[in-house]
T-cell receptor, first 108, second 115 residues
Framework: RKEVEQDPGPFNVPEGATVAFNCTYS??????FFWYRQDCRKEPKLLMS???SGNEDGRFTAQLNRASQYISLLIRDSKLSDSATYLC?????????FGKGTRLHILP | ETGVTQTPRHLVMGMTNKKSLKCEQH?????MYWYKQSAKKPLELMFV???????ENNSVPSRFSPECPNSSHLFLHLHTLQPEDSALYLC??????????????FGPGTRLTVT
């Protein structure tokens, strides 16, 4: 089993819809979790950290489920500019593991 | 944004050439990273420097040689590369240790083509 797994997509979603991604991790000792966004041919950029209590930043909500070992990202009222690849990142304490990413296409 | 800069942005080199990639961060971080990103593959961590000491080397071939002269600069020296080494090479920085390692700031990358 891979340490960090994501559905590669692509998710094709109409503008204005709500979309959610999950990411599962295998190491129960993982300490902290993050979502990054990567636009085509650009570098990854930190989108948000994922806190145990869940956190929200505008249209974006991140949640952590330690019992089931997954994190989620919810995007509400999606915009064309949300089209990107979303990378799940797990801090195992001794190293950082990046997922392969989920591609999201917002359709006009 | 000029937090993390990388030069050159594009590089084409032959298999017998020697070249170096440069990364500079202006964020006051004390950990720096080299990643390789190939098409349709996840980011592969190559090297980690923390407080200017190499703390991780993920079985990277010796034709890649990192150098971290101070906490703001990181180099990747390239020698006798193979065509399969063609990829986007990304530098990142963060505060060192603990949860801070997950909050990394990336440079724009060097797109390397080995002919």
């Amino acid at each position: 089993r891979k340490e960090v797994e994501q559905d590669p997509g692509p998710f094709n979603v109409p503008e204005g819809a709500t979309v959610a991604f999950n990411c599962t991790y295998s190491n129960s000792a993982s300490q902290s979790f993050f979502w990054y966004r990567q636009d085509c041919r650009k570098e990854p950029k930190l989108l948000m950290s994922v806190y145990s209590s869940g956190n929200e930043d505008g249209r974006f909500t991140a949640q952590l489920n330690r019992a089931s070992q997954y994190i989620s990202l919810l995007i509400r009222d999606s915009k064309l500019s949300d089209s990107a690849t979303y990378l799940c990142v797990v801090n195992r304490g001794d190293k950082i593991i990046f997922g392969k990413g989920t591609r999201l296409h917002i359709l006009p | 944004e000029t937090g993390v800069t990388q030069t050159p942005r594009h590089l084409v080199m032959g298999m017998t050439n020697k070249k170096s990639l440069k990364c500079e961060q202006h964020l006051g971080h004390n950990a720096m990273y080299w990643y390789k990103q190939s098409a349709k593959k996840p980011l592969e961590l190559m090297f980690v420097y923390s407080l200017e000491e190499r703390v991780e080397n993920n079985s990277v071939p010796s034709r890649f040689s990192p150098e971290c002269p101070n906490s703001s600069h990181l180099f990747l020296h390239l020698h006798t590369l193979q065509p399969e080494d063609s990829a986007l090479y990304l530098c990142a920085s963060s505060h060192e240790g603990g949860a801070a390692m997950g909050e990394q700031y990336f440079g724009p990358g060097t797109r390397l083509t080995v002919t």
